[in-house]
């Protein structure tokens, strides 16, 4: 156990989600309270002088990251917007901290950053679920995970909420053993610390793998062949299951047929794509496995109500507003 005091830069992104936030902030705290030693000590950074509002409009008093010295670790807290982020004075400094030896993590969408300054590329990262499509679209050649976080050497991602939390308390027991991490894990009434091999969850897909595994393969079968979709026959035989079954299962548990729904999935996929990278609408098209651009714009428009094109604009000027 080291007793030297490590010296954490915390950069938060305007728009912030707060949950990851006050699980770094909390776990240094603790770690603090119960070693009876000062541990870390942490400061708050931003892209410049200007105040940074988090998603719950709280705005907390910051340093420009340029003006930051002496680091040993820095922790990015960013949006689920943050692929659109481009300040190249914040990477460059990204790279200057990467020379100086400075551990670099994310505990949210901050993996964006990283991966837009090129510091990803030989590790493991992840990244929040509902941004996996785009950030491997976007980043086809990193290795991202399903994981609820990954900690590679310097670098450490997680997929955000409460994962951070869990990250936290294992970076705190690598460097000050797994005693001190429990017992942090306990003040918050966190049963268990979940490992780097955990995946992320939804609620209703852990309900529906223990009501009907079947239909978990057939689904994870569909949503990693999004750009060539396959037929359903071979997906039942990879599947072990038949088409009948196929059908039953889907009626039952998702009151769709399986085409809907795999088309369903394409779709949503598409929207990702869409309103988070500047990919035209016909490159969209092929990556989620229409044969046409004007079949996707038509499937698209029915089923989001507005066609490929509006809806870019409408949000591209929501975003501005």
């Known amino acids: 156990m080291t007793n030297t005091i490590e010296k954490i830069g915390i950069l938060l992104i305007e728009g912030y989600p707060l949950i990851p936030f006050s699980c770094v902030v909390d776990s240094l705290r603790t770690a603090n309270r119960l070693s009876g030693t000062a541990m870390f000590e942490w ?6 002088s200007k105040p940074v509002t988090s998603s719950s ?3 907390l008093p910051t340093t420009p990251i340029s003006e930051a010295e002496g680091l040993e670790t820095l922790v990015i807290c960013a949006p689920n917007t943050a692929q659109h982020f481009n300040d190249p004075r914040v990477l460059q400094l990204l790279k200057k901290f990467d020379k100086e030896g400075v551990n670099l993590g994310s505990v949210s969408s901050g993996s964006f950053l990283l991966a837009k300054a090129s510091l990803l590329d030989d590790c493991r990262c992840t990244i929040h679920w509902e941004n996996i499509p785009v950030f491997k679209e ?9 994981t609820l976080y990954e900690i590679n ?7 955000g909420g409460t994962a951070a939390l869990d990250m936290m308390l294992k970076l705190i027991e690598n460097q000050h ?8 894990s306990q003040q918050f009434q966190h049963d268990r610390i979940r490992t780097d091999i955990d995946s992320q969850q939804m609620a209703d ?3 529906l793998a223990m009501r009907a595994p079947k239909l978990i393969d057939v689904i994870s079968l569909m949503e990693s062949n999004i750009e060539t979709p396959l037929l ?3 997906i039942a035989e990879q599947c072990n299951v038949s088409l009948r079954q196929i059908e039953r299962l889907f009626h039952k548990y998702r009151g769709v047929t399986p085409s809907q729904y795999y088309l369903s999935l ?11 990278t500047n990919r035209s609408v016909i490159d969209i098209s092929i990556a989620t496995g229409f044969e046409t651009q004007s079949y996707f714009t038509a499937c698209y428009r029915k089923y989001f109500g507005s066609s490929p094109r509006n809806h870019r604009s409408q949000i591209a000027m929501e975003r501005q507003g």
């Open 205 to 207: 897909r852990i309900d």
């Open 138 to 146: 976007i980043y086809p050649h990193l290795d991202v995970t399903f």
């Open 266 to 276: 394409r779709l949503l996929h598409g929207k990702q794509l869409l309103l988070n």
């Open 43 to 48: 400061q708050y950074f931003s892209p410049d």
């Open 153 to 159: 050497n310097k670098r450490f991602t997680c997929s």
């Open 177 to 184: 053993g797994r005693v001190l991490a429990q017992e942090i």
């Open 57 to 59: 409009n709280i705005i």
């Open 232 to 234: 359903l026959p071979s």
